[in-house]
């Protein structure tokens, strides 16, 4: 006799998917076009055909503890083939969603990110930090004496920046390693259980081999040109990486130089930099690709009746190009001279660079730790997804 | 009494279209007494079940079905028979209804006994549109051998050219008249079915499948063609690029059907089709694999379904569970692969094969043209009846899509919805 399965449908799975995008999956009649349609989907156990009956069953265990939903790049090809418009590129990117929650610690947290109705909690959070933690201590200065010029530093003391900055970024890290540390053995569990791997254990060193082979595709978005429909998305993608990439460089050499500097004789050295200096000219044209990358994505967004934007796609966008924005506002109305103005804009900007730090391992943004660990996954099992 | 066979006749039914529906609706009613007249668009009756091979599921040819009715027509002198005709205009309402009709010239009259002396002395050729343009034809000829009217057809393209006077001087009967000209009736009946039937999906349109890019991909139709005694091979299935006898077909299932990106429904019968041309496949080439690729096979009803049974007891039909959506070509053969997932055992499927047929759909002819009457359709096309108001009826597969038995039946109950207009008057 077969072997008898029972179907445990999580039914708040299937709704969340709903909830998140994914509302078209029940109109799927598993033809199998998107496996063969998605340009980057291997031959054996091909994607998403059976994300899409899985989901529709509510069986969550076997497509949020899988690689394969973060092996798909939302091209979108898929989609536009679907002959029933039941949109498997937005259902795989629910399913993202659901694996962040999933994996992600406190949960009580993750799901605030996702709920639009607690918005206004996240963005208290960090306004009353630095409101409370600033009066107390009195690095938050009002009325800053500007004899020397507009710097920021005076009204937003660097120490209460740091202060909140770096212990929301150990907090992100650390939640996104154990998150990532749970993933990368529930995968290798789905893989063994759905014949996608012949590796039987993780071996460190072959780990670390794959990783090496998977940076270069990442850098290059290599997977993101090999799509047909949405080539726009690919350039919006690569400006906006780079550039977080070049803000990134550009954070860590002005926290060196700064407290570096304490150490010198001379004092601490504060901004804002000259125009001339090179790390400055990578801070602005990083800025400017920054609001460019994400201006596209939003524009693709709206234009867009063929892809759903949830919340969690807008979440993330929003932060993005709010902080390309009010970063660029803070520089040209500290070089117009407007105080007050430049002063709300740092302030506005340092809010959202909470939220990037703070909720990173709650949004979108994850993706780009999960996304990598299930590339360098499928890398070392050997998963052929490179066409 | 005895006089009295014919029934209260109180006014005309144009049925418009001389397919297997149109054939239907106009003998039923005609038979039981009311005059009918019977439009048709090409120089001949029987529509697409014309173009068949074999019907399914009883595998027999279609000419067998065809030659009764075209007998049934000529012994009853209530229907009148037009060809090369066109309805232009409707006005009026139920029961009375003023239709014009363009007559187009067939350049040959009553006189031809079918001796083929025109077709003879013609040197032109035309691609024959019976034959999905896989044959070319001398432009004075016959459109097939069991054409009704049996009758020779000069194409326009030579009228008033030297090889038009070549087949008229070449007839022995005077039957060619070269002056024919255009003809506009008006015909005043008390109800109009339209049976103007479907035209098989522009498969094309998929540009994914490869259609008229590579060769060797046929459609369902154009296999039925290749098959029939009277086709384009004389009934050897042959592939288009190098006439090879093929050793493997996959056949593509819903190109273009249950898709909202081309036509949202199913087409009813590409499953039955594909099914009845795995067995014109298998008596010709016993070795032959045949690769079903399917979504759901739809056999319904206990005929169809023993159908099926017995094509999958056949050891060299494969059938896949999952749609091809991509295919492509080796130049040096001419060979095709097609790209499919398993759904059953969830591995994509590269499978090579010398000739593919897509299992295109039916569209209804009125989504491609506008029928000129005040007819409502649905958003893909198909006549949507008012009985209540009756009048204008949609039958056939201008209704829905249909088989030829189901055709019949909607056809004949369509027969009693427009004598029930004319009754109801």
Redesign the interface.
């Known amino acids: 006799m077969a072997e008898r399965i029972l179907v445990e449908p999580d039914l708040k799975f299937i709704k969340d998917l709903g909830i998140l995008g994914g509302d078209d999956l029940k109109k799927c009649?598993?033809?199998?076009?998107c496996?063969?349609?998605c340009p980057i989907?291997?031959?054996?156990?091909?994607f998403p055909?059976?994300e899409m009956i899985a989901s529709s069953w509510g069986l969550k265990d076997k497509v949020v503890k899988s690689a394969d939903p973060w092996l798909c790049h939302n091209c979108g090809d898929c989609s536009t083939?679907c002959?029933?418009?039941a949109k498997p590129a937005d259902v795989l990117a629910a399913i993202r969603a659901q694996a962040i929650v999933e994996y992600s610690r406190p949960r009580w947290l993750a799901e605030a990110v996702n709920d639009p109705k607690k918005l206004p909690i996240l963005i208290a959070i960090p306004v009353a930090l630095f409101l409370v933690v600033g009066s107390i201590t009195g690095l938050l200065n009002f009325k800053p004496d500007l004899s020397g010029g507009i710097a920021h530093y005076k009204f937003f003391s660097t120490w209460l920046v740091d202060m909140h900055m770096v212990p929301a970024m150990l907090f992100a890290v650390t939640v996104l390693a154990l998150g990532l540390k749970r993933f990368v053995g529930d995968i290798h569990q789905n893989a063994l259980a759905?014949g996608k791997t012949d590796q039987q254990t993780i071996e460190v060193a072959g780990f670390v081999q794959a990783v090496i082979r998977v940076i270069p595709t990442i850098l290059t978005h290599k997977k993101f040109s090999e799509c047909t429909e949405n080539k726009d998305r690919y350039i919006a993608h690569f400006l906006t990486f780079w550039s977080f990439v070049g803000l990134f460089i550009v954070t860590s050499v002005i926290f060196l130089v700064l407290y570096g500097s304490y150490l010198l004789p001379t004092g601490p050295l504060h901004g804002p930099w000259a125009q001339i200096n090179p790390i400055k000219w990578l801070a602005n044209i990083s800025g400017i690709a920054l609001i460019v990358g994400t201006g596209m994505m939003i524009k693709s967004r709206l234009n867009k009746p063929d892809q759903k934007s949830a919340y969690k796609d807008w979440f993330l966008i929003g932060i993005a190009f709010g902080l390309g924005l009010t970063g660029m506002l803070t520089e040209l109305t500290r070089i117009a001279g407007w105080a007050p103005v430049t002063f709300a804009m740092y302030f506005l900007h340092l809010i959202c660079i909470f939220f990037l730090i703070a909720y990173l391992p709650f949004t979108k943004l994850a993706h780009l730790a999960y996304r990598t660990a299930a590339m360098v996954y499928s890398e070392y099992a050997g998963r052929k997804f490179v066409k | 009494m005895t006089d009295e066979k014919a029934a209260p006749v109180s006014g005309s039914i144009l049925v418009v279209g001389g397919g297997i529906s149109g054939l239907t609706t106009a003998l039923e009613a005609a038979e039981v007494g009311y005059e009918v007249f019977l439009v048709e668009k090409n120089p001949y009756l029987g529509g697409r079940v014309a173009q068949l091979n074999q019907y399914f599921p009883k595998l027999c040819p279609p000419t067998c079905g065809l030659e009764i009715n075209f007998k049934r027509i000529k012994d009853n002198p209530r229907i009148k028979v037009l060809t090369l005709a066109e309805v232009e205009k409707v006005e009026g309402g139920p029961g009375n209804y003023a239709v014009s009709v363009k007559l187009k010239p067939r350049y040959v009259n009553e006189n031809c006994t079918c001796c083929g002396a025109c077709a003879d002395a013609c040197q032109t050729e035309i691609a024959s549109d019976y034959d999905f343009g896989m044959k070319k034809i001398k432009a004075a000829y016959l459109p097939f051998a069991m054409a009704f009217p049996a009758r020779f057809v000069i194409a326009p393209e030579i009228v008033g050219t030297e090889d038009g006077q070549r087949a008229k001087q070449a007839c022995p009967y005077d039957a060619v008249e070269l002056e024919m000209q255009p003809k506009t009736l008006t015909l005043n009946v008390g109800a109009v079915v339209w049976a103007t039937g479907w035209v098989p999906y522009d498969a094309k349109k998929m540009d994914?499948l490869g259609f008229g890019r590579h060769a060797n991909i046929i459609t369902n139709m154009m296999m039925e063609r290749l098959a029939a005694p009277n086709g384009p091979t004389q009934g050897k299935i042959a592939r288009p690029s190098d006439g090879k006898a093929p050793e493997s077909v996959a056949f593509v299932q819903?190109a273009g059907s249950?898709?909202?990106?081309?036509l949202p429904y199913c087409s009813y019968i590409c499953c039955m089709a594909s099914l009845k041309q795995a067995t014109y496949l298998r008596s010709q080439y016993p070795e032959a694999k045949i690769y079903i690729f399917y979504?759901?096979l739809r056999a319904p009803g206990l005929r169809y379904e023993r159908f099926y049974e017995t094509i999958k007891k056949d050891p060299n039909v494969f059938f896949i569970?999952?749609?091809?959506?991509?295919v492509s070509e080796d130049p040096s053969t001419g060979n095709i692969t097609v790209?499919?997932?398993?759904?059953v055992t969830?591995?994509?499927i590269?499978q090579a094969v010398e000739m593919v047929v897509l299992a295109t759909g039916m569209q209804p002819s009125a989504a491609v043209k506008k029928l000129p009457a005040a007819v409502k359709t649905s958003p893909d096309g198909f006549i949507m009846n008012d009985y209540a108001a009756g009048g204008m009826l949609g039958a056939g597969c201008a209704h829905k899509p249909a088989d030829v038995v189901s055709s019949n039946q909607n056809a004949t109950g369509m027969a009693l919805k427009a004598i029930q207009t004319l009754v109801r008057r």
Do not use: L
């Not at chain 1, 989907?41 to 091909?46: A, V």
């Not at chain 2, 249950?258 to 081309?262: G, K, L, P, T």
């Open positions: 009649y598993q033809c199998a076009t496996s063969v349609a989907s291997p031959d054996n156990k091909p055909r059976k083939r002959p029933r418009k759905e | 994914n819903c249950r898709d909202e990106n081309y979504i759901d569970k999952g749609k091809v959506a991509e790209v499919a997932e398993n759904a969830g591995e994509k590269h």
